[in-house]
């Protein structure tokens, strides 16, 4: 009787146990692939989504900049219209101005103001202008000093171009709120 108990096995029986294993341990491997083959599969297909994903997502972010830039381009071309617009409302009333002192300067024109025919003070001290050789029909009007009229015409021109700089700025507001 073999030592420690143990009865000897045939060269058959091992041979079959072996066969077993082996193939135990080859069916265990190939169902290691086979698993490795079908995750490898998800994760190239989740790849690719995730890529379609991001490449979805750079277009719209792309599509939603050039957006933002044609309208920027937009609005600064109409705030650049818009300011020449008001510079040439601006040069305008300067010019305008620069002649009315000009004719006022040479005597080519004279402002005057209206009397008030009910006021008693009125007919006092200020003569109504009249023209060399004729008669002047109408309301009585009193001429000004050439000093004064110019501090007027100075008054206006200062009035003009405050009223064509709020232009501008309210322009400028509408764009922007646009």
Same mark, same amino acid.
């Given at each position: 009787?073999?030592?420690?108990?143990?009865?000897?096995?045939?060269?058959?029986?091992?041979?079959?146990?072996?066969?077993?294993?082996?193939?135990?341990?080859? @069916?265990? $491997?190939?169902?290691?692939?086979? *698993? /490795?083959? =079908?995750?490898?599969?998800?994760?190239?297909? &989740? %790849?690719?989504?995730?890529?379609?994903?991001?490449?979805?997502?750079?277009?719209? @972010?792309? $599509?939603?900049?050039?957006?933002? *830039? /044609?309208? =920027?381009?937009?609005?600064?071309?109409?705030? &650049? %219209?818009?300011?020449?617009?008001?510079?040439?409302?601006?040069?305008?009333?300067?010019?305008?101005?620069?002649?009315?002192?000009?004719?006022?300067?040479?005597?080519?024109?004279?402002?005057?103001?209206?009397?008030?025919?009910?006021?008693?003070?009125?007919?006092?001290?200020?003569?109504?202008?009249?023209?060399?050789?004729?008669?002047?029909?109408?309301?009585?009007?009193?001429?000004?000093?050439?000093?004064?009229?110019?501090?007027?015409?100075?008054?206006?021109?200062?009035?003009?171009?405050?009223?064509?700089?709020?232009?501008?700025?309210?322009?400028?507001?509408?764009?922007?709120?646009?």
């Amino acid at each position: 009787m073999p030592a420690f108990g143990l009865m000897p096995l045939s060269f058959r029986t091992m041979a079959v146990a072996v066969l077993l294993a082996v193939v135990a341990a080859v @069916a265990g $491997a190939l169902a290691w692939q086979i *698993q /490795d083959w =079908r995750f490898g599969r998800q994760l190239a297909e &989740q %790849a690719r989504q995730h890529d379609e994903t991001l490449s979805r997502m750079s277009q719209a @972010a792309a $599509a939603r900049q050039q957006a933002e *830039q /044609d309208k =920027r381009l937009a609005l600064e071309q109409q705030l &650049q %219209a818009s300011d020449q617009t008001h510079y040439r409302a601006l040069s305008d009333a300067q010019r305008d101005q620069g002649r009315l002192r000009d004719r006022l300067a040479t005597a080519d024109l004279r402002l005057s103001v209206l009397l008030d025919a009910k006021d008693g003070a009125a007919g006092c001290a200020v003569p109504a202008t009249a023209a060399t050789g004729g008669l002047v029909h109408g309301t009585p009007r009193a001429r000004l000093d050439p000093a004064h009229a110019q501090r007027i015409v100075g008054i206006t021109d200062a009035g003009d171009r405050g009223l064509i700089a709020l232009r501008a700025c309210q322009a400028y507001i509408r764009a922007l709120g646009r």
